[in-house]
Every structure is written in C-alpha cells, then in structure tokens.
C-alpha cells in the first residue's frame, strides 16, 4: 500500500505547485502598486558590517554611505571636494592643524546634535581603539593616521571643540593624503551616545574569528539621508529608511532595499525581469546590449587603474630600462581597450586618472611599435628573453572584469615582439596576492588600483611611494625619494608640479610598470529611475533618487 | 536494532572526529587564506601582520590545532571570520534554504520517478519506455548548471513567467519563523508568502530533481522488471490472484528495495547539485554558503563547520536508509 501512497503524494506536490503558480500570477500586479516608493538596488556582495570605521569595500561603504555623512564629500560625479558635514575646513600654514567649521541644527538619527564634542569623539574613538581586533579591522585608519594611542607612528595628536560649531584637529605632522581623507567613507561620523549605548568599541575574539557589536550589526546610528532599517540576510536584503529630518536634499523614495546578487548574470536577468530597478558591476559585455534594450547604462568616470606590473629582482634583464621600455611599447594598449575594455575605458599613460592632481598631459606615451619593441630588445642583449606571466583567476575587479582574457591578448603582444611569455593562473584568493605582492615569484603581473580618494598619492604613492616585492624596485631609490618629497609638500601648487615630475620621471626614467588603461565601473537602471549621479569613486548617494511612474 | 543504531552512532562519531581533523590541515594547506581575503588591495605590511596576530595563525600549527579542537568539543565553532557572526547562526539561517529547496527536488524526482519507471517496465519495449529512456539518458547527462541558466533564459527572461532568482520577492515583508519560507507562511497565514515562496520554488526544485528523477526512473524500471521476471510472480499470476493484488504487494513492495537506496543516495547527493543550482539562482542556502566561503575569504570555521555538517547528514541519512529496509523487507528484520 505504500507505493500508491507516495504516488498520491507526488501528484498532491506537483497540484500544490501548480496552484501556487495560478495565485501568483494575480499576485503581481497589486505588489507593484503597493511598492512605488521603494527603491530596490542590486548590489554585488554582502557588507561586513554597518560601522564605517571597521569596513574597508565598497559592498559594505554602500549602505553606510547613506546612513552616515562625512566631514567632507565630494561634488556629485565628481572627485571634487565640498563640504559635507562640516561646511568649511581650512588648514594653517604647517598643515598640521585642521579646523571645522559644522553645519548648524544637524541631529543624528538617535536625536542628539552633531556637534563638535561628538566629531571630537570620533577622532578619539579612533586613536584610543582598544585590542588588536578592533584594531586590525581598521585598514584605513593605519593606512591614512599611522597608528593608535601609544604607536611612535601615530599621526593623530588631539581634537578640540573650540564651540559647539568648530572643532579643531591636531596632527604630529603633516599628511598629503588629507583632506581628501577626510571624505573617505570609512571616516564616517557616528552618533558617540548611540556608540556609547551598544557598545561600538567591543570586537570580541572568538577561536580565530571576531565578532562586532549590536552597534555595528544592528544600531548603526548617523546623520545620513537613510536609516537604518535591517539586514534579512536569509533573503540578502538591506533596508534603509528615509530620514525624514535629514539636513540635506531629502530622499526622494520612502524607502531603499539593497538586495545583494552576487552573480552578475543574475542581477541582469533580475532587471530584466523589473525585479530591481538597478544593478551595479554590469557585466561588460551586457552593457551595450542593455543599453539597446532601453536600460539607462551610467559610466562612472575613470578612478581606477589596471597596470603591467614588472618584477625586476627574478630575471637581471629586467633591471635594464630598455627592457621594461620594450615591453611599453610591445603592448598594443589601444587594441586591448577596444576589444576587452568596458565601455568608457581609456588608454592609461600613467598611474592616476586625469581628474587627479598632478596628472601630467605630457608624459612620454610608448604607442605600439613591435619595430621598436624589437629595437630596444636587442639593444639591451635580451633577445629571446622568456618571463613568467602571473594573472589572477576566479576574480573580477571593477579595473579588471576579465584577467584572463587581459592576460591572453597582453601575452600574444608580448610573444609578437620576440617575448616568450611562461602563463601561470592562480586563484585571486587563493594564492595569486601572495605570490605576487609577498613572494614576488613573478616577471609580470596583471593588477590594479581603484582610487579611495583624490590625491595622487593615494595612486603613485601607494604603488611606488617605497620598496616593494610586488616590483622588486628596491634600486630606484630616486623614485622612493622624489614621492615622499612630493607627498609632503603641504603648498597645493607645489605638490601639484612636483608629481607632474613623478608621473613624468615614471614613465621615462623609471617605468616599474606599465600602465594599461582606466576602466569606469557603470551601474544600469531601468528607464523610470531619475537621479542616480554615478561617482568615480563608487560612492553614490542615493537620496536624489526618484521613481517615476 | 538498538544494537545496530548504536554501532552505527560510534562510528559516526569516529568519522566526525577524523575527518575534522583532515579538513583543518586540509583547509590550511591551501594557497592563500583569510588574512589576505579579508584585508584586499589595501594590505600594508602592518596590518597584516595585526590581523595575522589577531587571528592567531602566527601560532604553531598544533596550537591552533588543540585550541580549535577544544572549542569544538564545547561545541564552539567559532565565528564567521567575514562577517563575525557565529557560525551556527550562519549555518541555521542557510540550511532551511537547501532543505526545503532539496525537499521540493526529491518530491518531484520521487513523485515522478516511482510511477514514470513503473511504467515503463510495464510497457517493457514500447513507445512510452523508449521515450522514458531517453529522456532520462538526456536527464542524467545534462550538467546542471547548464539546464538551470536554460529553463531561467527561457522562462524568466524570454517570457517573464518566473521570478529569475532568490526565494521569495524582494520587500515581501515575511515573517521569519522557521526558516522554511513556504512553511513560515501557512503557519503564519501570510498565504501570499507562502504562495510566493513556492513560486520562487519552481524552477530551482525542477533543475535539482533532474538527475535524481532520472536515476530514480531508471532504478524503478530496471527493478520492477527484475521482480516481474521472478518465479513468485509467476506463481502469483497462476494461482489466480488479482492483477491488481500482484502488481501492490508483490511487484512494487519487492521492486523498491533498491529504489529506497538510492533514493537515499541521493538526498546525499544533492548537496552536490544544490552547490550549483543554488549559484544559479542566487538561492542563498548552503550551497552559496560553501561558495562564498571559499572564494570569498576562505572562511575557515564556516568551511569546517559545514563539511562537517555535510558528512553528518550523509551518514545519518544513510542510516535511515539502512533501517528503512527493515519495514519494506522482512528478510532483513529478521537478520
């Protein structure tokens, strides 16, 4: 008798199904109607968590960027600065010493008053964080103030808030990176009660893992155009509330949901399907056909840079300029950017977008020239010359969609000019980072940047700014030199000539890597989204957003 | 049968134990690891080595070692290293997702497998058993992922018929009892979620149950030809019983013997296919949890945690199926 019952019980399933399917399909229609004020954004990860200063990627600076606001942001579209929560800042003469002028009657979501006690309060937060688990959490802060309380590096001195309006900063000495730093995400202004009530400063070990606290996870408390509504992470939907006391241009929808589709395949079929009404990281090679389809495709402009790294400590050749010349001019850079590039990519002739101080228009170009290439080769005894290619697999980066179809069309340039190139693909995580960046096996590499903030430093300084085993440059200590020099000039004018200097003395006299192209990531909507400013630094806001219809 | 459960138990045990202790090494033997998955582009040589520190892979191998094997016997299993939760709250939210996607696979490959390979022994070398062999050959050897990016082109993209991904419409406001949405909304009475969960249901359930519907039809047909062929049929059809009676309580309770089992092969087996089908889509259940886990940042108490967890239920299910013979065999009682 129990087989039957089992055939029973399938039909029973596939009827259920079936009905089920009859009911939604009425369904759908009213649901439409019901959610015409949210705005519902597909975003490609989950975050980590909802505390600026503990988070250092994009997926997780996307909603804190909107719960929370930073003393100074930038002009919508743009890398410009301009005032965010603080009006006005002005730095005197050593640069050590900031001073910020607040906005008036700002209140954070928990009601209490932005003032500068509670920027003051951050600063200190930061500096006097407790533990090496709160502490390794937070990339940007060692990488931008050095250190914490009691480190010899430490770039942070003091805050003070002169009135409730103006809050001065004090710095041991003075730092390039600022005051672009000052609009990092990470560097966001938490509401200190909120942090004082759900214990924002305790990240607790557990075994070989951390975990955050209810401030971070579930309180998160700014000054931003949305609040805080809940992460459901058994369906990966973020959800954000408008601020209806918000200081700025209020948001245009009542509400926001981020619904994290890591697959890119899979947010495209999702707008398609008007399940979402935007998507970030297209891939490539849909976005034209989405834009034929009548999805609006909005390029950011270019802040990142992929580049030809060049280890010269493996192969004694490549310490000879003429060789890593050679190379420049084997790469048909042009060809690359209109076959593999996303759309808006550009050729890069050096390491930092044009919207950066001291991008230099007159650097020395390398066009393709195999002739040349071939030249320089002999000239320097290296004909024949056989590198080890590194490229990462399992992986896609905004400045780098597609490493290995990079990698294939930079090795067949590479092999035409009389190069052998040796491929070798590892995993992104799972062994190319160490390889290339802490063992250094490689000739070449694929890799690149995308920039956290305007100041060439950021860019060049980061890359070349000291040795590395990523490049194996020990010797060009001119050019460690000349960018620290250039990243101290506190006088904007001055650092402004001194790394057009750089980028030109790279390019011609130095030349670590070759710089390959700018590559804009783009988010598409659908057609009824109006509002959405896309920004070089992937840092949209998402309050002038409307939905019309 | 007490006997048998409890030797059983031991040995799961054994198992466990040996097997987490090859996944640890195993997982630390692999290129790259959380340090640098966590700290991306950005690494300073500084922070990598706090976070190093912070984390304790500085330490011997075999401090890490006991000091995971403590935790584990107090049942601690750490937290996720990316998002900081514990582990058990990351794997509880994940596993109503595979369960009730894994459910919805076996019943349709069982509801359909069972009577689809009845059949067609029935109609041993006719239209309807050729036409069941072949589809299930196609069934078999088409790659998952495959069938599961076709039926979501077809049916979500060229018609807008099923939702492309997830388990349930984005901004339905749920209420979260159980984990299992279809069930969460019938005991909730948000029918309209329920309705919406299993709609979301349809295609991954269909693209997961394709393998085993198809193996399951074949082990049916094979068997229940095997049983037709056997004298006790024979001699059931010449003392006169009903065809009906023969075909209930001789051919079908004979024949499933071997379907049982691999039914519960299967139900092993699926996690495999669920990996899969659950990229495709964006399901959100253990399958992405795996993924993630390793691709994004080898996480490794998560990853420790649910191949334990996938050993365990493997086992336990084949436990099941070994006592399951039991009650449709009594030779097997008896033994």
Request: with cysteine.
């Amino acid at each position: 008798m129990r087989a039957p019952g089992i055939i029973a019980a399938g039909i029973i399933a596939a009827l259920a199904i079936g009905a089920a399917g009859c009911a939604e399909s009425d369904r759908g229609e009213d649901d439409e109607a019901a959610t015409s004020g949210t705005f519902i954004f597909a975003g490609a990860g989950d975050p980590k968590n909802f505390d600026p200063i503990f988070n250092d990627d994009g997926e997780s600076f996307r909603p804190i960027r909107q719960i929370y606001d930073t003393l100074v942001t930038h002009k919508p579209g743009t890398a410009d600065l301009e005032g965010g929560l603080a009006e006005s800042w002005t730095n005197d003469p050593t640069g050590k010493i900031w001073t910020f002028t607040l906005r008036q009657g700002v209140k954070f979501h928990d009601g209490t008053a932005l003032d500068a006690a509670a920027v003051c309060a951050n600063f200190d937060r930061w500096y006097n964080m407790k533990g090496e688990a709160a502490q390794s959490q937070m990339i940007y802060y060692t990488d931008i103030f050095g250190g914490f309380a009691g480190s010899p590096d430490a770039l942070y001195d003091n805050c003070k808030a002169q009135d409730a309006s103006t809050a001065v900063l004090t710095l041991k000495k003075y730092k390039g990176a600022f005051p672009g730093a000052f609009a990092l995400t990470a560097f966001s202004i938490a509401s200190p009660a909120a942090m004082k009530q759900y214990d924002a400063d305790t990240v607790t070990q557990n075994g070989d893992s951390f975990s955050y606290s209810t401030f971070a996870n579930e309180h998160p408390t700014g000054t931003g155009a949305f609040t805080y509504g809940g992460w459901d992470k058994a369906t990966g939907e973020i959800t954000l509330n408008k601020n209806p006391d918000y200081w700025g241009d209020k948001a245009k929808v009542d509400k926001m949901i981020i619904k994290i589709i890591k697959d890119e395949n899979t947010r495209k079929q999702e707008l398609r399907a008007g399940t979402v009404q935007a998507i970030d990281f297209p891939a490539p090679a849909d976005r034209k056909a989405l834009a034929d389809e009548g999805y609006e495709v909005l390029e950011r402009p270019a802040f990142n840079i992929l580049y030809l790294g060049i280890n010269q400590k493996n192969n004694p050749k490549l310490k000879d300029l003429r060789v890593r010349q050679a190379i420049a001019y084997a790469l048909n850079r042009e060809q690359l950017v209109q076959t593999k590039g996303p759309g808006g990519s550009v050729v890069a002739d050096q390491f930092l977008p044009s919207s950066v101080l001291g991008y230099a228009p007159d650097v020395q170009k390398y066009e393709y020239s195999v002739d040349k290439a071939k030249q320089l080769l002999s000239e320097a005894g290296a004909t024949g010359l056989t590198l080890n290619f590194y490229y990462p697999t399992e992986v896609s980066r905004p400045y780098m969609p597609n490493p290995q179809e990079i990698f294939t069309v930079l090795a067949n340039d590479l092999q035409a000019a009389g190069i052998k190139v040796n491929g070798v693909p590892r995993p992104w995580n799972g062994g190319f980072k160490d390889d290339v960046q802490q063992f250094g096996k490689q000739d070449l590499h694929i890799l690149g940047w995308t920039g956290d903030y305007n100041d060439p430093g950021n860019f060049v300084g980061t890359f070349f700014g000291r040795p590395k085993v990523e490049f194996g440059d020990d010797a060009l200590t001119e050019m460690f030199t000349a960018i620290t020099k250039a990243d101290a000039t506190v006088d904007q004018a001055a650092k402004k000539t001194a790394f057009e200097q750089v980028n030109r003395d790279l390019a011609a006299k130095w030349l670590p890597a070759v710089p390959i192209w700018h590559a804009p990531p783009a988010i598409v909507t659908t057609k009824n989204v109006e509002g959405l400013v896309p920004s070089p630094l992937t840092a949209e806001e998402f309050n002038t957003v409307s939905i019309t219809k | 049968m007490l006997r048998v459960v409890s030797r059983r138990l031991v040995q799961l045990v054994i198992t466990l134990i040996a097997l987490m202790t090859l996944v640890f090494f195993w997982l630390r033997s692999l290129p790259g690891g959380p340090v640098d998955a966590l700290l991306g582009e950005r690494a300073t040589p500084q922070t990598r080595e706090t976070l190093t520190r912070a984390l304790g892979y500085d330490q011997p191998i075999w401090v890490q070692y006991s000091r995971f094997l403590k935790n584990v016997v107090t049942g601690n299993f750490g937290n996720s290293i990316r998002t900081g939760e514990p582990v058990a709250d990351v794997i509880s939210r994940s596993f109503p997702a595979t369960i009730e996607l894994a459910v919805a696979a076996m019943i349709i490959a069982v509801g359909l497998g069972i009577p689809l390979g009845y059949l067609a022994a029935r109609h041993r070398g006719r239209l309807l058993d050729n036409v069941t062999i072949i589809v299930t050959l196609i069934g078999i050897s088409i790659p998952i992922f495959f069938l599961g990016y076709l039926l979501k082109d077809w049916l979500t993209q060229d018609i807008h018929f099923f939702p492309p991904s997830g388990r349930i419409s984005t901004g339905t406001d749920n209420t979260d009892v159980t984990g299992f949405f279809v069930l969460d909304g019938l005991l909730t009475r948000e029918l309209d979620a329920s309705a919406d969960a299993l709609w979301h249901l349809v295609l991954p359930a269909i693209t997961l149950a394709t393998i085993p519907l198809a193996i399951i039809v074949r082990i049916t047909r094979a068997s229940v030809l095997d049983v037709l062929d056997e004298d006790y049929i024979r001699t059931a059809d010449a003392k006169g019983l009903r065809n009906t009676t023969i075909r209930k309580r001789h051919v079908l309770r004979n024949a499933l013997l071997p379907v049982v089992t691999t039914v519960g092969l299967q139900t092993g087996a699926l996690l495999a296919g669920a990996v899969l089908t659950e990229k495709v889509y964006n399901w959100g259940g253990l399958g992405t949890l795996i993924t993630d886990s390793i691709s994004g940042g080898r996480d490794y108490p998560v990853l420790q945690a649910l191949i334990l967890l996938a050993a365990a239920v493997f086992i336990v299910v084949n436990l099941l199926v070994d006592l399951s013979y039991a009650f449709i065999d009594p030779r097997v009682r008896v033994q």
